[in-house]
């Protein structure tokens, strides 16, 4: 077991106790077997148990553009591609087909949370209470008309319903998520200061991704995305800054200030050749830093495993440190780190009794996984999303034995092929 939690960073030959969806107890095998007789066991034998992976950024209902616009810088793929395609499809049909296909493709590789920011809130949430894994649903708003919305009035007055709606389900938080400092008016900044005093949620908002969107906002505004969102008194956690690729001087000490949060998504940067986010330096501040995907209209894969490995192997190339981020960094990053920037890690990243047992087990008996020295080095360098087998949302057993229990996996993939004709069409 990985409990990625103070103590030790393995565990062997050790049982999780879960009681009414907590873990209740963590305890030697043999103990735990004396102590809970009549337990229902589960024997993993093989196999390491971590915490749920957390997808700490993406847009779920983007599979259905996946592989839809590549090969294309930022702007290009989002103003010419991206968004006219989603003005003429994007619907709450839409996004509830999409988000179960992301769902499935999230359970099935140990994702167990994911921070999503997309339209029609409602339609996500039902996917995903529906496949049984926590979302942290974006109540999104941007500046520009879709059919979800027509003005940032009505994106905030449409998420709030959600929250009406929706508020107190299990498994189902909700965050701030204006698009980014371009995309959304300065008024609407103060006006989500006024809403937050209200709904305390977090704020999910991509931040300095690019070196153009940083040039026209200093030029524009006179200060960095960052400091206009420092300015509006938003930067303090939970705040989760996505991508925060192309920082300034004076970016890591408003983080730091602020307890504030970066999402790194190393895949998505490097396909629409962003650039690298400094995370050693942000670590070394002291900086919380958690991973996501992005969607997959721009990843192509909602693989946290991807994003693992990925992120290890940049940083080293990034600083020619080897030891630059390390593997249990990683890990860490994909579990608590980004439980943190969505406000949740009370209750999940790590396995902790009293905390909730999102749990995944991955199989390490295999020939590609031989010989084990260190469980960790292989859980990012070695393993994959086919090597987990079962998972569990709040004690809730989602994955059993490498199949989806509440997903009817070939109506999602019909859903997919309709969608794909309607929209090559």
Known sequence: MVPVATGAAVLPDHSIVVRDGLIHAIEARELARHNNPEAVRVDLTGQAVIPGLINAHTHAAMT????????????????????????????????????????????????????????????????????????????????????????????????????????????????????????????????????????????????????????????????????????????????????????????????VEGNASVVHCPSSNMKLASGMSPVTQLLRADVNVGLGTDGAASN?????WQE??????????????????????????ATIGSARSMGIDEFTGSIEVGKAADLVAVDLSGVASQPVYDPISHLVYVAGRDDVTNVWVAGRRVLDNRKLVFIDIERVKAQAHQWHQRIKA
């Open 308 to 333: 693992m490995r990925t992120a290890a192997l940049l940083a080293k190339i990034q600083t020619g440190d080897p030891a630059a981020l390390t593997a249990e960094q990683a890990l860490t990053m």
């Open 64 to 255: 259905l553009l996946r592989g839809f616009a590549d090969d294309l810088v930022l702007t290009e793929w989002l103003e010419q591609r991206i968004w006219p395609a989603e003005a003429e499809h994007v619907s709450a049909e839409f996004v509830a087909d999409g988000t179960s296909i992301a769902c499935a493709e999230m359970l099935s590789g140990g994702t167990t949370a994911f921070n999503d920011m997309y339209f029609y809130a409602a339609s996500a949430i039902q996917a995903a209470t529906d496949a049984g894994i926590r979302i942290g649903c974006g109540l999104t708003y941007l500046n520009a008309p879709t059919s979800y919305a027509k003005t940032e009035d009505e994106y905030i007055d449409r998420g709030l319903d959600a929250v009406d709606t929706w508020q107190g389900t299990p498994l189902v938080t909700f965050a701030w998520a204006p698009h980014s400092t371009y995309a959304a008016s300065p008024a609407s900044w103060g006006r989500l200061a006024k809403l937050r005093d209200d709904h305390p949620f977090p704020v999910h908002v991509h931040v300095q991704e690019t070196a153009t969107e940083v040039e026209h906002e200093v030029e524009a505004h006179g200060l960095t995305p960052i400091a206009r969102i420092h300015r509006a008194g938003l930067l303090h956690g939970p705040f989760a800054g996505v991508h925060a690729v192309h920082l300034r001087g004076g970016d890591i000490p408003l983080l």
């Open 300 to 304: 192509n894969r909602l693989d946290m």
